[in-house]
């Protein structure tokens, strides 16, 4: 790997003094590079798919893997919505006048250069590039291995639009490297790079987290919960429950359990049992000694159920597919205790119609994003219009939620002075 | 070392919930139990001052150590500040209404468990404690060996304002070891603690990024230039230098290098000598080849002048003395890459009346604030009007500069809905 910092830091220098129209040309570049050379990104992403075949990775691996007319497509959509997003640069706060007649205000910059680090998903690459450009960022790109060959065509586009339209193709830049010795040399180079921000597993975040002196973004596990409260419309629940953790069971947003009071736990499971029958769904539910047996009095309501009792660790456990388990409690309290036990603070839905029993569970419950009566799967930069995202935070600092435009910048104080000391 | 996490965690949560009065309360009680219990203070504080004197630190050491009733009435001053600043908590975004009815807001909430490692300061642990029980965090301290008895002591005057408010003394808890193992094991606890942040030198701040998994926020070195631009009044400029570098060299917003325009460097230097000697200051100056040829023609006006050549260590070093670089440039881009190159991101003025000038420095210099025809030392909370401040930050994400309530707050999305799910 040979990275140039003078040049990236250099040409991301230049980036943020550029006006938007100019990154925003970029992008509408990119757009129109990417669908001139359709057939040379599908011909290169069709042999990630087949190596990935051969390979025999998973279904839903493979799914994300693989490109196709219609997900080009996708990606032209994402860039015009980059590219039509307000300026994130530039943003100044109220000025404040100090008592000595100093002008103080806070101005959005970019963060400088990030570093990406994400799984083989063509799809991410393009997204990040075009909030990372938008925001006036470098950016520096660490794909899965699988999506090589993808990945090396998406750059040579993506480096090709910046030149067409004056900018320096140093201000993205994919590793090529397929172990981490790559990656460790760029963790070190705290002088070049702002941020780091890892998309994966646990493991990969342990991994950077340790290796490095530059801030992160982590973008954590979800383990999500969904609480059908004693007050809860129970019709609501079900469609609920089915959408945060069947709609996309792969993704950190899904929910992995849900929490039911006592008072109305026979009944719920009797109607979601009912419910996943009707749609002919399969689900394998792991059920705590209560909810087990109101499961198994309905069982044959859902014929696609596959029903088992819990072990200690299914609570801790993201699953990412199609496993959900189940936990009856004793209170909304109960609940919220559960979730600050096991919760990855990413996620978390309540459904009651007690407005009290609500407020309680959103002023306290500590995630990124919390919900009354609504799926938990709206946690999204797209649905939550921030123009987009490059991962979601799982951490406090900086950003919670999803990593818009406007994560990816930072404030700099601006204070215009007459000769101002201080006394 | 024992730290009840689970306790901690407990007594913040129900922090969290606490209405402002409460926790104004407790500020304000804390400011009566210091000023009754001064004696007290005063009388442990004068332990460490005494040991500190039998171990030869030096004066500006001492300095910081010292407490007197003067300095205690500083600290109450503190106190009554923070607790009549507004309430950081629960602040709410404009709603955002999605498509499909779903509201969806931003609300500030506590960070949670702070972990503090400071320098022999007592007022930063009264200042510290003040602004994390404001917004709704635990603190838990760290402080330099050299104050031990001061913050023992210190200690338990603000846990007994908490428990006389009815808040638990869980909330404040100090450190007693001496030793990093105290330190080592709570970097470890990162299901406990949500931030930590480390003032002190470069060896401290990377002791703890390398050994934590934790988000930190750094307060790292301050290596500030004053810049004199051709277009400079330079009586201004003069005025501007010497408080930057003399009014409190000690601190990290004090400036550590002049830049002049090779233009009017002849003059500028003759005219900053011209004051020193006026004011009677002594100073040590290590100077590039050009600058050290104005200094030396003009070295009989300023007979407290100590004329050095610069060595290359001394543009990458934080003095932190009466000790200052001048370096002669060609240019306000030149001043500009002297400044990328060794500046820390914290403090960087220009003084110039040209406004092309002045916008284009602004616009560029990569720091936490810039300054235009003012002094770098006003890059603090107080000045500011942040309510205090707990640290100046020299990293990007979350906090530039000082870091005050709002910093010490997190944004949580809220979602209401009727049932919305992801299409």
């Known amino acids: 790997m040979q990275i140039n ?60 893997l693989m490109l196709n007319h219609k997900r080009l497509e996708d990606m032209a959509a994402v860039l015009r919505e980059v590219a039509s997003a307000s300026d ?44 990372a450009l938008k925001s006036g960022n470098a950016l520096i790109l660490k794909g899965g291995r699988e999506s090589a060959a993808t990945i090396k065509v998406l750059e040579k586009l993506m480096q090709r639009a910046l030149k067409n339209v004056g900018l320096q193709p140093a201000l993205l830049r994919a590793l090529r490297s397929t172990d981490r010795s790559g990656v460790l040399q760029l963790l070190g180079m705290k002088k070049l790079i702002d941020v780091v921000i890892p998309r994966g597993g646990e493991a990969l975040i342990r991994f950077v987290v340790s290796h490095t002196e530059i801030p992160v973004i982590k973008n954590d596990r979800g383990l999500c919960h969904v609480y059908v409260d004693r007050a809860a419309d129970l019709k609501m629940a079900v469609k609920i429950l089915i959408n945060a953790k069947m709609q996309r069971p792969g993704v950190c947003n899904s929910a992995e359990t849900v929490l039911v009071h006592q008072t109305v736990a026979k009944r719920f ?138 994560a990816l910048t930072c404030q700099q104080w601006v204070l215009r002075g007459s000769g101002q000391i201080r006394i």
């Not at 994130?88 to 959005?108: D, E, F, H, M, Q």
Request: with cysteine; glycine share 6%; charged share 25%.
């Open 5 to 64: 910092a003078a040049e990236i830091r250099s040409a991301q220098a230049q980036l943020a003094m550029t006006p938007v129209a100019v990154r925003n040309r970029a992008l509408v570049e990119f757009s129109r590079l990417l669908k001139k050379n359709a057939a040379e990104v599908l011909r290169a992403n069709g042999v990630d798919v087949r190596a990935a075949q051969r390979a025999q990775l998973t279904s839903a691996f493979l799914d994300r």
């Open 88 to 131: 994130p640069l530039g943003r100044s706060s109220k000025v404040k006048t100090l008592k000595n007649g100093l002008k103080a205000r806070k101005i959005t910059r970019p963060l400088g250069v990030i570093f990406l680090i994400f799984e083989s998903r063509p799809n991410v690459a393009v997204e990040s590039f075009a909030l």
């Open 269 to 406: 499971f009797k109607l979601f049992l009912t419910e996943l029958g009707r749609q002919k769904k399969t689900l394998e539910i792991r059920a705590c000694k209560r909810s087990h047996a109101a499961l198994l009095a309905n069982q044959r309501l859902a014929p696609g159920l596959n029903l088992r009792r819990a072990s200690p660790k299914d609570w801790n456990t993201e699953h990412l597919e199609l496993i959900l388990n189940a936990a009856v409690v004793s209170s909304a309290p109960a609940a919220q205790r559960h979730i600050a036990t096991y919760g990855s603070r990413h996620s978390e839905a309540i459904v009651t119609k007690s407005r009290k029993t609500a407020e309680a569970f959103l002023n306290s419950v500590d995630a990124a994003a919390v919900y009354w009566n609504a799926s938990t799967r709206f946690t999204d930069g797209h649905q939550l219009g921030l123009g987009g995202e490059i991962g979601i935070s799982t951490q406090k600092l900086h950003v919670r939620g999803p990593v818009g435009l406007e």
